[in-house]
């Protein structure tokens, strides 16, 4: 695609900032004008094609921004792993809204920290209450159950079905993931539309992903993992995968891999064992932070056996297109340089 200029958003010499790839949710659309009916989802025996996930997720955009949706606002997803979870991040994005996904699982003391720290003008639910989301000062709970019967026979499904028209730009806020507070309390971590576009861009690229690729859907939704497992799949044409139970057990994992014909699975080093002994498997091991935009560095195992062998050392990897790592000296030789990371998919972290 080629490069947008925005007037409105400039670099620190005063240059329009430009934006080399479209939006993950534009790539999304994309291919669903080009191949409507291919499978887009399969959870279970359930399956959803890329038109039919296109125009319900444009619906829903179309009554969030009736709500107030819109750039610089944020919408949460409390839902299981799901073709319904899927619906709503892609019908946020297309509204200009950032994504604050909310897994139901978590303690409610969890959610209701995530919430006030992100304050949602939303929440899309399964329609029952949530403990830690239910009381949620001035965010609106939209039960799916519910509104289905509206975005079928009412007012937004009588009007078009195209994405509702959005001046989006790459700073706007796309999405916001809580840490998992392993060296404090859990903070909110801010991404733009424009770090998430160029990462889903680039790591698409570096994993191969096309279509007729079935691509594993595995990574719990408070986990930014979730979000680039969803988008690599659907943003090239490919097949989010989602396990019926919602997950599978390390000793299951090839058998599953086998039946349901995955062919890219992200995984937790749980499973790494159970992949290195499967046939001509290409091993990726992916390395990030929640505050580089999830993956932003990779090391291809497969090209190195000797990571594989008892004590062998598997690096974080090079950091691809879009940037560099380096490394800051303390002054205490007993005390660990930091990582810094620069280029495009850094992102912010409030307060």
């Known amino acids: 695609m080629a490069t947008q200029n925005y007037s409105g958003n400039t670099t620190g010499s005063g240059e329009p900032f430009r934006h080399p790839v479209r939006f993950a949710h534009e790539a999304v659309a994309e291919q669903a004008r080009r191949r409507p009916g291919a499978t887009a989802v399969i959870a279970g025996d359930a399956r959803l094609t890329y038109g039919e996930l296109d125009q319900s997720a444009n619906r829903l955009a179309r009554y969030l921004t ?5 750039p610089e606002t944020l919408v949460g997803v409390c839902l299981e792993r799901g073709a319904e979870a899927i619906r709503g991040l892609l019908a946020i994005m297309k509204a200009g809204s950032g994504y604050l996904p909310l897994d139901p699982s978590l303690p409610p003391a969890r959610l209701a920290l ?5 304050r949602p003008l939303a929440v899309l639910t399964a329609g029952t209450p949530i403990p830690g989301v239910s009381g949620i000062s001035g965010a609106r709970l939209l039960g799916l159950g519910d509104l289905a019967a509206g975005l079928t026979d009412g007012p937004v499904a009588a009007g078009p079905v195209a994405a509702p028209t959005v001046s989006l730009r790459p700073d706007h806020l796309g999405y916001v993931i809580c840490t998992s ?3 404090g309390e859990p903070k909110a971590v801010a991404v733009s539309h424009g770090s998430l576009a160029c990462v889903i861009a680039a790591v ?3 994993y191969g992903i096309r279509p007729g690729d079935r691509v594993l859907q595995l990574a719990p939704a408070a986990v930014d ?3 680039e497992q969803v988008l690599v799949a659907l943003t090239r044409g490919a097949t989010v995968m989602l396990p019926p139970a919602g997950v599978v057990a390390p000793a299951d994992l090839l058998g599953y891999l086998e039946r349901e014909r995955v062919t890219v699975a992200d995984l937790p080093p749980a499973y790494w064992h159970r992949l290195a002994a499967a046939p001509a498997a290409r091993l990726l091991n992916a390395y990030g932070l929640t505050e580089t935009t999830i993956t932003s560095a990779l090391f291809d195992v497969s090209a190195h056996p000797e990571a594989l062998v008892p004590g062998g050392l598997v690096p974080a990897g090079r950091p691809g297109t879009r940037g560099s790592w380096s490394w800051t ?5 007993s005390r660990p340089g930091r990582r810094a990371r620069s280029g495009s998919g850094a ?3 409030p307060g």
Not at 114 to 118: D, E, I, N, S
Request: hydrophobic share 30%.
């Open 329 to 333: 000296r303390t002054g205490n030789r």
């Open 204 to 206: 698409s690229a570096e």
């Open 347 to 349: 992102a912010a972290s």
């Open 225 to 227: 993992t979730s979000v």
């Open 114 to 118: 995530t919430c006030g720290q992100a």
């Open 66 to 70: 009736a709500l107030g949706a819109g």
């Open 181 to 183: 507070g392993s060296t």
